[in-house]
């Protein structure tokens, strides 16, 4: 079974916090997702590995330890994932940018596919699949259904809130990606929204409410 990693260092709980308070507006809410998503960035590239690269100084030659391996790309489901994008660009620069584009039926809560483009060589990259919210499960199964179509085997999932409903079914569906969350609430209610949650995270994000 993949791994779930709660990262909840006291800033981004702190950060989560207030964008959960539905009196703050997009602006804000905007900025924190952004600062949320580089912190969590950081624990969640902690284990890339370094090699050693010779390189001159001012002063001398010596030998530097540089990140080394497979490149990353990082994919948001679209909408509410691309809010998570520039925070983890300001960490990895030349990571490259995939979208898929999944919205949930509003009667079924399934996901309806309408947009995928993906790098070319995406299947030998270290993919970061991100979406604010991991509600049911069925958007985050279905990303990485169609990430795993296009060759990808090396992908890891990073969301703000999630439900035990769809930690739950990534971990039966894909037990080879681990997840990355800063905190995981009590139940989704009875139109699949998480309970506490933060609301609709792509309504707040872009204003659409
Ligand atoms: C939200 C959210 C996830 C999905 C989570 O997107 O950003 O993609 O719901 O729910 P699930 O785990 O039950 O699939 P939504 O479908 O509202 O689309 P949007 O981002 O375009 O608003
Ligand atoms: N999508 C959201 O944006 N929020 C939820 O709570 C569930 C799905």
Known sequence: MSAFHIVDHPLITHKLSIMR???TGSKDFRQLLEEISMLMGYELTRDLPLEDVVIETPITKMTARMV?????????????GLGM??????????????????????????????????PVDIEDRIVILVDPM??????ACGALDLLKQHGCNHIRFMCLVAAPEG????????????IYAAALDDHLNEHAYIVPGLGDAGDR?????
């Open 134 to 139: 991991l509600a049911t499960g069925g958007s």
């Open 167 to 178: 930690v739950a079914k990534v971990q039966a569906e894909h037990p080879d990606v681990d």
């Open 68 to 80: 080394s391996g497979k490149k990353m790309a990082i994919v948001p489901i679209l909408r509410a």
């Open 205 to 209: 994000i872009f204003g659409t409410l």
């Open 85 to 118: 994008v520039d925070g983890l660009q300001n960490l990895v620069p030349v990571a490259k940018v995939g979208h898929i584009g999944l919205y949930r039926d509003p009667e079924t809560h399934l996901p309806v596919e309408y947009y995928c483009k993906l």
């Open 21 to 23: 308070n539905r009196k």
